[in-house]
């Protein structure tokens, strides 16, 4: 059973430089042909895809974030980090880590979540 695991801080400033970790278990982010992604979700609105990497090493992003947003990982704690820079209150969402089988899944394909964790940029 494979695992995922939000971690961060649950409160940025404007201006500042967000960073969340997946941590997963039960598989390896190496794994082919697995694509580990970054989703959120803003208060009163739908799930928003921001970013993959995948089990080769290959980032993939979000046109609309992709200046803001990095993606990488450490294969030897089996995590993968996201960091999203110049936060703004409209960063302000529930953030998930996932698995799916293409660098951006619809919802319902990916087979593994984490729980999510809620970010909040404000002074």
């Known amino acids: 059973q494979v695992q995922l695991q939000e971690s961060g801080p649950g409160l940025v400033k404007p201006s500042q430089t967000l960073s969340l970790t997946c941590t997963v278990s039960?598989?390896?982010?190496?794994?082919?042909?697995?694509?580990w992604s970054w989703i959120r979700q803003p208060p009163g609105k739908g799930l928003e895809w921001m970013g993959a990497?995948?089990?080769?090493?290959?980032?993939y992003y979000s046109p609309s974030l992709k200046s803001r947003t990095s993606i990488s990982r450490d294969t030897s704690k089996n995590q993968f980090t996201l960091q999203l820079s110049s936060v703004t209150p409209e960063d302000t969402a529930v953030y998930y880590c996932?698995?799916?089988?293409?660098?951006?899944?619809?919802?319902?394909?990916?087979?593994?979540w984490g729980q999510g964790t809620q970010v909040t940029v404000s002074s």
């Open positions: 996932a698995r799916g089988p293409t660098e951006e899944s619809r919802p319902f394909e990916y087979d593994y």
């Open positions: 039960g598989g390896s982010i190496t794994t082919n042909y697995y694509y």
């Open positions: 990497i995948a089990y080769s090493g290959s980032t």
